[in-house]
Structure formats: structure tokens, C-alpha cells
């Protein structure tokens, strides 16, 4: 089935930047919104970012002016650019796709990956 794969997460200083990356393998009829969501140790999971099929996005409060996402659709994959990095931004990384399969569209996810900013 359809599976999404997030890379580019790391260790890094505060003020620094890391760009992740998510690519959907699989088989599918179309790909529509795609999406970014964290969760920090102890907390619940927080949406971050959407960007819909014609590339309108949107961001939560805590990462506007600082995050940027993208879409590359030749490569089926979701970038999330992230610059100004707080101690507050350490948490695991999800990346979600809306992705409509021959049966029914649905709602995928990736498996994570961590992003710890810290001295």
C-alpha cells in the first residue's frame, strides 16, 4: 500500500535550521492536501502546517514567519523548511497526505522523524 517516508530531522543549535522532507511510495489515483504535525515528549500531537493541492497554505501560530512548506508533486514529496529553531520546536515530526486510492481516498501518515534543538 501507499507509504510516506520522512527524512532530514537531527540535532541542531537554537536559531538554527533544518529542512525535512516526506515521500509517498506506493500506488494511487491522486495526491491531495499535504501536511506536517509534531508532537513533543509529554504533549499531546499538534498540527503544524497544511498545504492543499493548489499549493495554499496555511501554519500554526507557534511557527508562522519561521516554518515554510512545499510540495515537489513530480516527486510526490512534502518539504517543511524550518528556520529560527527553539528549544520549544523539539519533538518528533509527522508528515500526513490525503491520497486517493482506487477504493477511497484516505489519510496517511508517516512514521516520524525527531527534530531536537538544543545547546
Known amino acids: 500500500q501507499v507509504q510516506l517516508v520522512e527524512s532530514g530531522g537531527g540535532l541542531v543549535q537554537p536559531g538554527g535550521s533544518l529542512r525535512l522532507s516526506c515521500a509517498a511510495s506506493?500506488?494511487?489515483?491522486?495526491?491531495?492536501?499535504m501536511a506536517w504535525y509534531r508532537q513533543a515528549p509529554g504533549q499531546q500531537r499538534e498540527w503544524v502546517t497544511t498545504?492543499?493541492?493548489?499549493?495554499?497554505?496555511d501554519y500554526a501560530n507557534s511557527v508562522k514567519g519561521r516554518f515554510t512548506v512545499s510540495r515537489d508533486n513530480s516527486k510526490n514529496t512534502v518539504y517543511l523548511q524550518m528556520n529560527s529553531l527553539e528549544p520549544e520546536d523539539t519533538a518528533v515530526y509527522y508528515c500526513n497526505m490525503w491520497i486517493r486510492t482506487i477504493s477511497a481516498p484516505h489519510a496517511y501518515w508517516g512514521r516520524g522523524t525527531q527534530v531536537t534543538v538544543s545547546s
Open positions: 498545504i492543499t493541492e493548489a499549493g495554499i497554505t
Open positions: 506506493g500506488s494511487w489515483v491522486s495526491i491531495g492536501a
